[in-house]
């Protein structure tokens, strides 16, 4: 019964090298150092060799029983320690919960946006489809196709932002209409609706290079001045408040004809006269008409059938209006503490 004693030995041993360990780095060095190459128990095995025939049944009996159990005792060793090293981790990182909780900060919708959206309720309830189109576009799109020939002052480098000789940052958000007609190939009723951030060589308190438009393009048959004027006192009135006048000046665009430019009721003065509207009661707010044939024409739709009309706000004014903002540049400059405003329910 040498081999049993051995047995126990050998156990005894393993039980006492596992005894003080405290890493797994420590259980993979005693792991090899009885089951690796040259371990206790491999080197139990090699002998194998030199039993003889008759014990050798008895032998492997051995050698499989001791293997069991080292391998058990091994394996639990490595349980024990997972469990320790979990422990320890959950005691180190245990939290404080009578500390302070950090505040989280709320955001809040930005005052463009809140008009944005005001106005794209407004005309989606009146049946109109809300588009966007890219703020980089193409000169052909911005200007040709909108019958402004070549020369025309809008063109002038002063006022567009041209990033080579086919592209621009878009002055206006008219090429949309360019790129609904197109897009439609002659379909009627359409109504469309286009907000986007527009692109001009401007940057004073009110003039900022960067500010926002809300294009309007509706074409079908019969469609007629008179639907422009109505739909843009309705949109006055709605956004701007019901006492809110408007008034239609004669102007000239390339791409309306007749075309007109719009005022309202000054919404500081309430039309008295102040120093917003320059004493005159009145606050231009947009350009519109009736879309050019031209226009139609190079864009797929017959002039013959078809009749138009476009207009095109810059909405900047109805936010500084409607939120007091005094200088145009507040509105772009992301200032935290002016964004942190319109989190207030007064502004809702
Ligand atoms: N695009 C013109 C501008 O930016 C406004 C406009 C739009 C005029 C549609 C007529 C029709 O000034």
């Not at 259980?27 to 139990?44: C, E, F, H, P």
């Not at 090293?85 to 005052?111: Q, W």
Request: glycine share 6%.
């Amino acid at each position: 019964m040498e081999e049993y004693m051995e047995r126990e030995d050998i156990i005894k041993k393993l039980e006492s090298d596992l005894e003080s360990i405290k890493t797994k780095n420590d259980l993979q060095t005693i792991k090899a150092s009885y089951l690796g190459k040259n371990g206790i128990v491999t080197n139990l095995s090699l002998k194998m060799k030199e039993i003889p025939n008759e014990e050798k049944k008895e032998y492997g009996k051995f050698l499989n029983l001791i293997k069991e159990e080292v391998t058990t005792k091994l394996n639990d060793k490595e349980q024990e320690l997972d469990k320790m090293l979990l422990d320890m981790k959950l005691n180190n990182e245990k939290i404080d919960i009578t500390l302070p909780s950090r505040r989280s900060l709320k955001g809040s919708i930005h005052p463009m946006t809140r008009i944005v959206e005001e106005l794209e309720d407004l005309f989606v309830s009146m049946g109109y489809d809300v588009i966007s189109g890219p703020e980089i576009d193409t000169d052909m799109n911005s200007f040709t196709k909108l019958n402004l020939p070549e020369g025309h002052p809008a063109r002038d480098a002063q006022d567009t932002f041209y990033l080579d000789k086919d592209y621009l940052l878009r002055p206006h958000t008219s090429p949309a209409q360019v790129r609904t007609m197109e897009a439609n190939k002659d379909k009627t009723p359409l109504r469309i609706v286009c907000p986007g951030k527009v692109y001009r060589r401007d940057d004073d308190a009110t003039h900022s290079h960067q500010f926002m438009q809300f294009e309007g393009l509706v074409i079908g048959e019969d469609i007629s001045l008179a639907d422009l004027k109505g739909t843009l006192e309705l949109f006055a009135k709605k956004l701007l408040g019901e006492k809110t006048n408007v008034r239609f000046r004669p102007s000239y665009f390339p791409f309306t004809e007749p075309s007109c430019e719009v005022d309202v009721t000054c919404f500081k003065c309430g039309g008295k006269g102040c120093s917003l509207c320059k004493q005159t009661g009145w606050i231009e707010v947009l350009g519109a008409g009736v879309v050019h044939p031209n226009v139609l024409r190079m864009s797929g739709y017959d002039p013959e059938k078809y009749t138009g009309f476009a207009f095109g706000p810059g909405i900047d004014r109805f936010a500084m209006f409607k939120y007091g903002i005094t200088d145009i540049r507040q509105i772009y400059t992301n200032d935290i503490r002016f964004l942190e405003q319109f989190d207030r329910k007064d502004v809702d």
